[in-house]
């Protein structure tokens, strides 16, 4: 019988301290081969220094990180050659064209040149046009799809995007969206940082949290979702209500102080917002709008933040 692979990245214990500062605190996580990762949380939280500390960027004060197996404190080399990073700044030689600065970059992780590779990844960041341009004439939002195309074109096994879409276009973001899924379908680690809470919704398989330097919980997306959610079911009646109705009351509803709006929360455990609906319906009321809406993960990020009860690191 066959072992599991080793996690694409383990780390144990991993703390980064500058003077009282602690950046990181103990940070034990493991991330497997072909997911993709969201590392949320808020600014300053120890999302960077982390992943500086793995990608030779920042140098920790105690703890282990192995890279498919690897310990990098016996190997803090050859490791990192499997590692792509899109960095939140912008940085390249200005006097290289596009096309110049991934073949260095391929020279840089000791991958031989491969032009057929280089012109992939422009094409997938739409970058293609730019080929011969040099780096310092193209705009904000070529400069960062060229970054990412830099962390891209050595083929790493694991990649960190460290808030890849900061300030671009809606189109860079999609493109994007794109070609992490079709890097993750061919078994590249994608660990990704953002602000852009809809694109960790969009792209993760699992969600991590991080504030003031510890990991507050590490989850599968959806089974976080599912027990941090709630629906929303807000009523909008066409005449003002004098009183919450007897359907309402049933179901702990809450109406406005102007009698126009019902609101109900549906949570775990409670009656489906459906059976409201159909309570409030038989008993004729004035109904002109229904909106429902589920959580997001922008307010499962703001209840965890937040310290709620149920909250626990895995």
């Known amino acids: 019988m066959s072992e ?21 605190q103990s940070v034990d996580l493991s991330i497997r081969p072909g997911e993709i990762f969201a590392l949320l949380g808020p600014n300053g939280a120890g999302k960077t220094t982390l992943i500086g500390s793995v990608c030779g960027l920042v140098r920790k004060t105690a703890g282990t990180i192995r ?18 990073l899109v960095p939140q700044e912008i940085n390249f030689d200005p006097f290289f064209t596009v096309a110049e600065s991934l073949r260095i970059q391929q020279g840089y992780y000791g991958r031989p040149r491969d032009d057929a590779r280089v ?11 730019k080929k011969d341009s040099l780096t310092r004439a193209l705009s904000g ?28 276009d809606v189109e860079l973001r999609r493109d994007l969206w794109t070609y992490v899924r079709k890097l993750a379908s061919e078994g590249t680690t994608i660990v990704l940082t953002t602000h852009y809470l809809e694109e ?22 959806a089974a976080l979702l599912r027990r941090f959610g709630e629906k929303r079911l807000v009523v909008t009646f066409a005449t003002p209500l004098p009183a919450l109705p007897e359907a309402g009351q049933r179901f702990a509803a809450r109406l406005s ?3 126009r709006t019902l609101t109900y929360v549906e949570r775990d455990g409670c009656a489906p917002a459906g059976d409201l609906l159909r309570a409030l319906y038989a ?16 307010d499962v990020l703001i209840e965890v933040l937040r310290g709620r009860p149920s909250a626990s690191a895995a």
Do not use: C, W
């Open 4 to 24: 599991p692979p080793s996690p694409a990245l383990e780390l144990q214990g991993l703390s980064k301290r500058y003077g009282n500062f602690t950046a990181l």
């Open 119 to 129: 012109d992939e990844v422009l094409t997938a960041l739409n970058l293609q046009g």
């Open 283 to 298: 008993a004729g009321l004035p109904i002109a709008d229904v909106e429902t809406r589920r959580s997001r993960l922008e």
């Open 67 to 84: 890279v498919f197996g690897r310990d990098l404190d016996a190997d803090p080399v050859g490791p990192r050659y499997e590692l792509g």
């Open 200 to 221: 960790a919704e969009e792209l993760a398989d699992r969600v991590g949290i991080i504030n003031e330097g510890r990991l507050l919980m590490v989850e599968d997306k």
């Open 257 to 259: 102080d102007d009698g």
């Open 141 to 168: 939002g070529m400069k960062r799809r060229l970054l990412i195309a830099k962390a891209l074109v050595h083929k790493p096994r694991l990649v960190f995007l460290d808030e890849p879409t900061a300030g671009v």
